[in-house]
Every structure is written in structure tokens, then in C-alpha cells.
């Protein structure tokens, strides 16, 4: 089986792939392969390890109909068409359950840098503005016996919730389409509906999917309806909140702080306004960007395409073939 990678594979996936005797090309330039590159790639190939944000759409599995799984290097699948790939019968996985720790740390540590505008005072030392200081100046806001809010609250929600608790002994409540019955029992969580979410949260920490329901859901409507001395925390998808409204909250004072992991669009102009407010911490979208997730993710990514391989059912299959 001829595997073609979007991307460098970390190290452990890529040995597995090997010891499998799957002929492997990496796309090794420090550059996005086109729309067409991809195209034509995968079409000398059996299977693909998508790493990029290549978008993998009807028209795309219509010319790559022949592959025998499409692996993503992530837990979200937005960026495929699926119904489209489950009527061309092409399978694609994904790589659940093992970044729920690492993006639930980049959660919370955005919650705390947001909270003591620490990305900008940062910025106030390279500057050379760390001089004369005052009582009343640079504040920031404590975290400790306040609410957490959580929409989407499944693995890696409740890691968050947990960090929250132990931490700062925070009180957590959530809006999920249904109940997580774990969460109320063993971290006293309380289920509400989305407009108690926005209203009660001191900071509200998005873990939901991205789907044509959840596109734009974070709005100026939703913004208006949060506490003035509120943060947003949004590690999930940049499309989740709509950046222009999440820029006038901010600046309106209707909210207080953001902390960012993705930004909508991907990658943030430099030139954003988020980027010098004090009570905004943005970052590259790196959730999952530790050596201990990465490496575990391109092996449970290499054991779905050699499962494919060896005409064995999928482990982490998101279409319904």
C-alpha cells in the first residue's frame, strides 16, 4: 500500500508505518500543497494521512474515489464532506480521546493569561515599559470560586472542568444536546440551557464541534447576553465565533477578555486588533502541540490506515460505510 502524508509524521507514527512495510512520501516543503497538488498526489496513491488543512470536499472524492481510507491527523473532521464520502465509500478516520489533556491544558492556560493580561504585559517588558508601577494599574482579574461554563462538554470539556475544580475550585455548568451523567456525579456539574450558559459563565469554555448548526453561534447576540466581567475561551474552531463581533465585545467592553487558540480565519493576520488588546491571549492553534499527543496521534492515525491495509474494520471510523 502506497501512503501519501500532508505533512512530516511525528516520529512514533511514522515507525509504525514503516515496521508495517507501507511505502510512505511525505510532503516535506514548508509550503500548503494546493487543491491540485493534493489531487494529483493522491491519485498515485492508496491512501492519505491528511495533516494540513486541505479541504477534502465532493469534488475532491470524486477524483480520489479509489482510496482506500483517508486518516486525519485530528479529532475534528469538519474540513471532509462526509456525507459525500459515505456515498462515494471512501473512509475516512480520525484520532479521538488522546489530545483531550493537552487542549484542555491550552484551555486553561488561555483562561489564565487572558485573566492577567499576561500576553500584553509580556509585550509591555519587550517594549521597554516596564518602569514606574502603581496600585491601580495593570490589573487583572482572579479566577478562583467563579463559574465555568462549558457548550460541548465531552472529553475534553470535562478535563477542562476538572483542571477548573482542583485548581480554583470553580463551579462548572454546561450546555450539551444531551446529558453528560459522569460529569454531574463526579464534578457536580449542572446542565442548563444556552442563554443560563451565557448569562451565569465567568468564563465560558468552548468544546464543541464544528457543524453548519455551531458556525457563528458565538455572535454579538451571544456576546450581549454574557457578564461585562466575562472571558471567552475558544479552542475548538475559529468558526464558532464570528471574529468581527468578538472584536467589537471586546472593544465595547460588553466582555472582558478572550483567550484564543483559533481564530477565524486561520492563519490571524498580524495586523488583528485581538493581538494588542491587554485581555486577549491568542495562539497558533497549537491545542494538540506537545511531543507526548502528537506522537500519540500519528499512531492512532498509522493503526487506521493499516487496519485499512490489512482489510481489517477501522478503529476510529467517522463515516458510515
Known amino acids: 500500500m502506497k501512503i501519501f502524508i500532508t505533512r512530516v509524521l511525528p516520529p512514533e507514527g511514522l515507525a509504525l508505518l514503516q515496521r508495517a ?40 472524492l470524486q477524483q480520489c474515489g479509489h482510496l482506500k481510507v483517508i486518516s486525519l491527523l485530528s479529532v475534528g473532521y469538519d474540513k471532509v464532506d462526509i456525507q459525500a464520502a459515505n456515498e462515494l465509500k471512501v473512509p475516512v478516520t480520525n484520532t479521538p480521546g488522546v489530545l483531550s489533556s493537552a487542549t484542555a491544558d491550552t484551555a486553561f492556560l488561555l483562561m489564565l493569561a487572558a485573566s492577567r493580561k499576561a500576553f500584553f504585559q509580556h509585550k509591555r517588558i519587550i517594549r521597554g515599559e516596564w518602569g514606574f508601577s502603581e496600585p491601580t494599574a495593570n490589573l487583572g482579574i482572579e479566577i478562583e470560586g467563579k463559574t465555568l461554563g462549558i457548550w460541548g ?16 475550585n470553580m463551579r462548572v455548568i454546561y450546555c450539551n444536546r444531551g446529558r ?22 465567568d468564563v465560558l469554555s468552548v468544546h464543541t464541534a464544528l457543524t453548519p448548526e455551531t458556525a457563528g453561534t458565538f455572535n454579538m447576540a451571544a456576546f450581549s447576553k454574557m457578564k461585562p466581567t466575562s472571558i471567552f475561551v475558544n479552542t475548538a474552531r ?54 507526548e499527543t502528537r506522537n500519540a496521534m500519528a499512531v492512532m492515525a498509522a493503526k487506521n490506515i493499516i487496519a485499512a491495509m490489512n482489510g481489517e474494520p477501522l478503529p476510529n471510523q467517522v463515516t458510515s460505510l
Not at 244 to 249: E, K, V
Not at 256 to 263: E, H, P, R, S
Request: hydrophobic share 40%.
Open 238 to 291: 475559529g468558526a464558532i465565533h464570528n471574529e468581527a463581533d468578538l472584536i467589537t465585545a471586546l472593544q465595547q467592553r460588553i466582555i472582558w477578555g478572550a483567550g484564543l487558540d483559533v481564530t477565524n480565519p486561520e492563519p490571524m493576520s498580524k495586523d488583528n486588533p485581538l493581538l494588542d488588546m491587554p485581555t486577549v491571549a491568542v495562539l497558533p492553534h497549537i491545542g494538540s502541540a506537545t511531543e
Open 153 to 168: 462538554l465531552g472529553n475534553i470539556g470535562y478535563v477542562m472542568a476538572q483542571r477548573c475544580i482542583s485548581a480554583f
Open 180 to 201: 453528560n451523567e459522569e460529569a454531574e456525579q463526579k464534578l457536580g456539574a449542572v446542565r442548563v440551557s444556552f442563554d443560563e450558559l451565557l448569562s451565569q459563565s
Open 21 to 60: 512495510a507501507v511505502n510512505v512520501t511525505q510532503w516535506e516543503e514548508k509550503r500548503n500543497l494546493s487543491r491540485e497538488e493534493l489531487i494529483a498526489h493522491c491519485q498515485q496513491y492508496d491512501a492519505l494521512l491528511l495533516a494540513s488543512d486541505n479541504i477534502i470536499d465532493r469534488g475532491f
